[in-house]
T-cell receptor, first 114, second 114 residues
Framework: AQKITQTQPGMFVQEKEAVTLDCTYDTSDQSYGLFWYKQPSSGEMIFLIYQGSYDEQNATEGRYSLNFQKARKSANLVISASQLGDSAMYFCAMFGENTDKLIFGTGTRLQVFP | DAGVIQSPRHEVTEMGQEVTLRCKPISGHNSLFWYRQTMMRGLELLIYFNNNVPIDDSGMPEDRFSAKMPNASFSTLKIQPSEPRDSAVYFC????????????FGSGTQLSVL
């Protein structure tokens, strides 16, 4: 069975600092994709970044990067130079070749303070 | 592109009433997903469609829940009769692929059943 685990229910970071949000996964699929979504207080789900299981390079999108460690089955999100607007819930998600659906972790609430 | 459009944005109803949530996916997307988000359970996949055909409805909690996709540009999620425990945010999402990669989410419907 596929599983996504986010062990940090809440994180605090000071503005302009970097922060890492943890995500581990479990799958028996050889090919899979890992995603991070942001959900601000307004409620919408915003796609941030994607990493394919066969991608050799860690994915980056602006201030977001995904620290992909395949052997450890982890896909941590790194946000550099945090901004107040980064305060939100962050969800890690996975799609596997045999799953046909995107499953989500329980989320981490990030609070950025001045 | 207008994105995934959901209506209504908020719904307040009394227990026992029928509730219908609506979704218009992004034009050209062939997969549509209904998720429910609660504090207790996080994001749960209820059902998804591929090319208007329901593929997996194992997440639908009870027979009170039903979903249809009569054409490529419209889907409904119906709860009849509604109960207070159905209160949640219901998200519709669409994607280009059957596997649900890179889902694009609607703004959600906040349902409150009194």
């Amino acid at each position: 069975a596929q599983k996504i685990t986010q062990t940090q229910p809440g994180m605090f970071v000071q503005e302009k600092e970097a922060v890492t949000l943890d995500c581990t996964y479990d799958t028996s699929d050889q090919s899979y994709g890992l995603f991070w979504y942001k959900q601000p207080s307004s409620g919408e789900m915003i796609f941030l970044i994607y990493q394919g299981s066969y991608d050799e390079q860690n994915a980056t999108e602006g201030r977001y990067s995904l620290n992909f460690q395949k052997a450890r089955k982890s896909a941590n999100l790194v946000i550099s130079a945090s901004q107040l607007g980064d305060s939100a819930m962050y969800f890690c998600a996975m799609f596997g070749e045999n799953t046909d659906k995107l499953i989500f972790g329980t989320g981490t609430r990030l609070q950025v303070f001045p | 592109d207008a994105g995934v459009i959901q209506s209504p944005r908020h719904e307040v109803t009394e227990m026992g009433q029928e509730v219908t949530l609506r979704c218009k996916p992004i034009s050209g997307h062939n997969s549509l997903f209904w998720y429910r988000q609660t504090m207790m359970r996080g994001l749960e996949l209820l059902i998804y469609f591929n090319n208007n055909v329901p593929i997996d409805d194992s997440g639908m909690p009870e027979d009170r829940f039903s979903a249809k996709m009569p054409n490529a540009s419209f889907s409904t999620l119906k709860i009849q009769p509604s109960e207070p425990r159905d209160s949640a945010v219901y998200f519709c999402a669409s994607s280009w692929t059957a596997g649900g990669e890179k889902l694009f989410f609607g703004s959600g419907t906040q349902l409150s059943v009194l």
